[in-house]
């Protein structure tokens, strides 16, 4: 087998996620003799489309699955998708629009049966484009949130909590969507500072003299006029001297000449405007609970399009409330109410799915308690049973579960899982009981109180969130998982090992599944405790994706670059690898369209690594069986080793040990760009340079063998460290080291265990010490403009680090790989005339150039180095000088920075000697 001379991704991966998937090589089943590892894929919705976002999270997901899998672990990913209730009803209701019709045209069932004909049409896109990425997700497994099975899990855990008294039926003020015409819970709220008005507007007294004290108005201030039309009441503190002889009077509302209640509620902030305010407690929150204290009326002056209704004067019936808002000033002005107008900044609330402000309104609605299921899902957090990457995300989740409020979860959609609520409607013969609502997991027959069949389901749908909440245990089918054979996949499975999630859905999501898997857990773990219940052990955060500029990514903006056209243009290795490459733990990711350049020539330089392999293995002539193959502990084949070979052999297991330390904290970034710096510099640039001599030398047949036979062992190596994140391309090349069976698989190839005898830190340091030398030679060669061809001679003056003798082992790699001729040394004297020189770790290293050199080039050179050390040094003295940083920075960084100036001081030193041996 012969590898092309130029990488085709698409052709590469077209053809071995077709082999995976076939082959149901991404498939986990119950094996006693492995310990499981499981994610669940963040359900994305039906109607969604692949973004940045996306690919971040989900290569993050796939590269864990893929390592743990490699690990020995038995590792199941679940995929599915959100039913996404607002989102997917609103695209139906587009399409009916463009008919000319409505969902009330077709009514409810057809309505919601051809949502569902949209969905198999339309739906899903977004888990297609999962498989062009590579996403080994366990696809048999493949979840809806509608599912017969999942939508059984939503009856039974209302049934449940309803019946545990956490569930119930209120008047309340709820985040409405007048686009939508549903309620929202607080958290699909998305807040923003807005500046706009606030109005001065004065309201009559009733009885008020000036003698009295008071110039016969009650002044409030609002920054919405129009609601001033649901006022049942006026509001100041009980403690403001300035009201206190107004309390318990009443005043005028203008325009609609309602009296209202001067009333005292300590809520009242005195600083606020005058210190008055108006009270609506059908259409705000605050005033909501004024009203309860004090037993007011609750005036809805809105319909669900907040356009004005029949509870308020008839000129302002059917109006906008924004146009009401106008009509309401100008009647004001009129009167010569309107005191005044400020400019104010205040905090708007918008609909996260359709941008519409949002308004308070008073409706019947269906909530969750919160706090009792909130309390122990706080305790596995902060005790750490359940840990959070990055870790600071623990003092967001503790403010918000420390003040939570009850979670409204009824929604006025047809599309989704409809509440599970009967209502009796007979009337005549009905009895007091019948009034209360029928709460059954399957549809009631007939009322249990009076026997009557003529029942009315409730016509609200839950949160989507309310099924979501679920997917760690409703994924295997619970509860009816005994009845379909599925309860030792639950009990294998659960709970998950990790989450990876966006930040922003910390509220939405993470804390709700924490909630729901401490709550029925129990139910089939068979485990009362806290920690057997959990629904994940490890929560992962990912970055924000921004542009260069810091934006954050977004169609409107132009910024937000088509994943599957950066997949087509680059190929999807390099899409992964770029993003995880640019993506820290907890930092935001600065992305652009070119820095995929980054994979895409990380992915050709492997290829051509392993060209190379492949036609040294091809001419030397290994047997098929005899190609290399690494074994699981990584010891390799130690034969008829070199300097070079004990170094490559160190680094490799070094490398390994810090990958495998970084996956343990979930650096996946640091994975990257260890194993990138290794196979790029260590393998690619220095290792395979360093062989080509005994390849190519005249070393015996055997040793060529050997020395081919460690290289290929360790280049398969090595591809299975990269595999999880670069799935396709290490496959090729895998595949193509020795022969295979039909269905041997990289991904199912173990991950080699580091052999720390093989981690020599001397020997490194030593290499590294060559190639540094290696590097300065090749820099005087380009900027002195010697041609590659010409050898040249070197000459070193020794410090005290080395001696001659300690150097000799590395001449080889000097003549092979600087074209160094002759390496003599220098103890004491002046360095060789009119040479070109450098300073490698205190060691002077003086090229000749007599005939070849231009000696005010040399001098210009050494000048332009001259000046970027004492720049550097400079720094580093104004950063030591600076007392903030003495007394800030930690005592290893300060010392680090003065071993730099030490180090730099001394470089700077011999330059400026050499420069004045030219002079």
Same mark, same amino acid.
């Given at each position: ?131 062009? @990425? ?195 000033? +100008? ?158 996949? =639950?009990? %294998? ?5 990790? =989450? ?17 898997? @401490? ?50 243009? %680059? ?26 350049? +980054? ?41 008829? @080793? ?278």
């Amino acid at each position: 087998m012969s590898l092309s001379k130029v990488y085709s991704p698409k052709e590469v991966e077209e053809k071995w996620y077709k082999h995976w998937e076939k082959n149901r090589l991404f498939h986990a089943k119950v094996n006693s003799k492995k310990k499981a590892y499981t994610i669940v894929i963040p359900p994305p919705n039906v109607t969604g489309m692949l973004h940045m976002g996306h690919i971040l999270n989900n290569t993050l997901q796939d590269a864990f699955i893929r390592y743990k899998r490699m690990m020995g672990f038995e590792a199941c990913w679940i995929p599915g998708m959100d039913h996404a209730g607002i989102a997917t009803q609103n695209v139906v209701e587009r399409e009916l629009m463009k008919e000319g019709k409505t969902r009330h045209d077709l009514g409810r069932e057809k309505f919601v049966e051809r949502v569902w004909q949209w969905k198999e049409e339309y739906g899903g896109v977004i888990i297609k484009q999962l498989r062009t @990425l590579g996403a080994s997700c366990d696809w048999d497994r493949e979840k809806f949130t509608m599912d017969e099975t999942l939508s059984n899990a939503v009856k039974e855990v209302f049934v449940r909590l309803f019946e545990d008294g956490l569930i119930y039926r209120g008047k309340y003020i709820v985040n409405w969507c007048p686009k939508d015409h549903t309620a929202i819970s607080d958290d699909e709220v998305n807040y923003s500072e807005h500046t706009g008005k606030l109005y001065y507007i004065k309201y009559p007294i009733e009885d008020e003299t000036e003698s009295e004290g008071f110039i016969g108005y009650a002044t409030v201030a609002t920054t919405r006029p129009e609601t001033m039309l649901g006022d049942t009441a006026i509001a100041v503190n009980p403690d403001d001297k300035r009201y206190k002889h107004l309390i318990g009077r009443s005043a005028t509302l203008p325009l609609v000449d309602r009296q209202l209640e001067i009333i005292a509620d300590e809520f009242v902030d005195p600083a606020f405007g005058t210190g008055m305010v108006k009270v609506t407690p059908a259409h705000d929150p605050n005033d909501y609970w004024i009203g309860q204290r004090h037993g007011l009326q609750q005036l809805n002056i809105f319909d669900v399009s907040a356009t004005l209704n029949e509870n308020v004067p008839k000129r302002y019936r059917g109006l906008d409330r924004y146009e009401a808002r106008r009509r309401v000033l +100008i009647d004001l002005e009129k009167q010569e109410l309107l005191l005044k107008v400020e400019d104010h900044t205040s905090s708007v609330g918008r609909c996260y799915r359709c941008d519409t402000v949002i308004e308070p309104y008073l409706s019947d609605q269906w909530f969750v308690k919160m706090k009792p299921l909130a309390e122990p899902a706080l305790d596995v957090v902060m005790n750490g049973t359940i840990k959070f990457y990055p870790e600071r995300w623990v003092k967001v989740y503790q403010h918000w579960m420390t003040n939570i409020r009850d979670w409204c979860i009824s929604r006025q959609l047809w599309w989704g899982h409809r509440i599970p609520v009967w209502y009796c409607n007979e009337d005549e013969k009905s009895l007091p009981e019948c009034n209360q609502p029928i709460v059954s997991r399957t549809t009631p027959k007939k009322c249990p109180h009076c026997g009557n069949k003529n029942l009315r389901q409730d016509e609200d749908v839950l949160d989507t969130w309310f099924s979501s909440w679920l997917w760690p245990f409703s994924v295997h089918d619970w509860p009816g998982h005994k009845k379909l054979g599925k309860s030792a996949d =639950l009990k %294998y499975f659960y709970p998950t090992d990790t =989450l990876v999630t966006a930040p922003d859905i910390i509220f939405f999501w993470v804390a709700r599944m924490i909630m729901a898997g @401490l709550k029925f857990g129990p139910s089939f773990t068979g485990r009362s405790k806290l920690k057997d219940n959990i629904p994940f052990k490890d929560v992962y955060f990912t970055s924000t994706i921004r542009d260069e500029k810091g934006r954050r990514m977004s169609k409107s903006l132009g910024n937000s670059p088509e994943p599957l056209d950066l997949i087509e243009e %680059y190929g999807a290795d390099a899409v992964r690898f770029t993003t995880l490459y640019l993506a820290p733990i907890g930092q935001d990711v600065l992305y652009s369209k070119k820095k995929n350049e +980054i994979g895409r020539n990380f992915a050709n330089k492997i290829w051509n690594a392993g060209r190379l392999l492949l036609m040294n293995r091809d001419q030397i002539g290994l047997a098929e069986t005899d190609r290399g193959e690494a074994t699981k502990k990584a010891y390799f084949n130690l034969s008829h @080793l070199d300097l070079a070979d004990r170094w490559m052999l160190s680094r490799f297991h070094s490398i390994a040990l810090e990958i495998a330390s970084a996956l343990e904290q979930y650096e996946i970034n640091k994975v990257s760009k260890t194993i990138y710096e290794f196979f790029w510099h260590d393998y690619c640039d220095w290792y395979l340079e360093m062989i080509k001599s005994r390849l190519y030398g005249n070393e015996p047949e055997k040793v060529k063998q050997a020395v081919l036979r460690r290289a290929l062992d360790i280049f398969d190596a090595a591809l299975r460290l990269l595999h999880p994140l670069m799935p396709f391309v290490t496959e090729e090349l895998w595949q193509n080291i020795r022969k295979r069976r039909k269905l041997e698989t990289i991904m199912h190839a173990p991950l080699l265990t580091p052999n720390k005898k093989l981690v020599d830190r001397k020997v490194e340091e030593e290499m590294a010490f060559v190639q540094r030398v290696i590097e300065s030679l090749r820099n005087i060669r380009g900027e002195m403009g010697i041609a590659p061809s010409k050898e040249i001679s070197v000459v070193m003056k020794m410090g005290h680090a080395r001696t001659p003798e300690s150097l000799q082992p590395y001449q080889g790699y000097l003549e092979r790989l600087a074209r160094v001729a002759s390496l003599s040394f220098l103890s004491d004297g002046a360095r060789p005339k009119l040479s070109a020189s450098a300073v490698v770790e205190g060691e002077e290293l003086f090229v000749p150039l007599e005939g070849l050199i231009d000696i005010e080039r040399e001098k210009a050179r050494l000048k332009k180095e001259i000046d970027r050390v004492s720049d550097l040094v400079t720094g580093i003295r104004k950063k030591l000088g600076n007392r903030n940083f003495i007394a800030k920075a930690p005592p290893e960084v300060v010392d680090k920075e003065k071993e730099k100036l030490d180090n730099f001081g001394q470089t700077l030193e011999k330059l400026e000697k050499n420069y004045d041996a030219l002079t």
